[in-house]
C-alpha cells in the first residue's frame, strides 16, 4: 500500500507559478512510476505528466508542455509539479497517483490514468484572468 498526500494548491492569478508536492508513504517509493492528473467537474480525468520510477524519463500532456515541470526526490519519497505560467483552464483538481513498477528494467513511463494502483485525495488549483 502506498498514500498519497498532494499539496500546494490555490487560488492565484493568470501568469502565477504554484508548485504541487505529493507526500508518499508506505510501500518503496523508488519502485514507483508517479503521474500527475487533473479533473474539472464535469470532465474526464486527465492527464498532465508523468515520470518513471527514477525520475529519468518524463512526459508531459501538450497543455503543460513548456510550462509545467514533473521531478521527484526519491529520499523525500516526494514528487512535484511545477506550474508556471499558469492559466484559466488549468483550474482543476489536481490527484498525484503512483504505479508499482516492480522491476525498474526499462524505467517505464504509464501514460493513463488506469494503469495507476495508488491516488491522492487531490488539491484544487483555480487560476482566475
Known amino acids: 500500500q502506498v498514500q498519497l498526500v498532494e499539496s500546494g494548491g490555490g487560488s492565484v492569478q493568470a501568469g502565477d507559478s504554484l508548485r504541487l508536492s505529493c507526500a508518499a508513504s508506505?510501500?518503496?517509493?523508488?519502485?514507483?512510476?508517479m503521474g500527475w492528473f487533473r479533473q474539472v467537474p464535469g470532465k474526464d480525468r486527465e492527464s498532465v505528466a508523468v515520470i518513471s520510477r527514477s525520475g529519468g524519463r518524463v512526459y508531459y500532456e501538450d497543455p503543460a508542455k513548456f510550462r509545467f515541470t514533473i521531478s521527484r526526490d526519491n529520499v523525500k519519497n516526494t514528487v512535484y509539479l511545477q506550474m508556471n505560467s499558469l492559466k484559466p483552464e488549468d483550474t482543476a483538481v489536481y490527484y498525484c497517483?503512483?504505479?508499482?513498477?516492480?522491476?525498474?528494467?526499462?524505467?517505464?513511463?504509464?501514460?493513463?490514468?488506469?494503469?495507476?494502483?495508488?491516488w491522492g485525495q487531490g488539491t484544487q488549483v483555480t487560476v482566475s484572468s
Open positions: 508506505g510501500r518503496a517509493f523508488s519502485s514507483h512510476a
Open positions: 497517483a503512483a504505479k508499482f513498477d516492480p522491476t525498474g528494467y526499462l524505467d517505464s513511463l504509464y501514460y493513463t490514468g488506469s494503469s495507476y494502483d495508488y
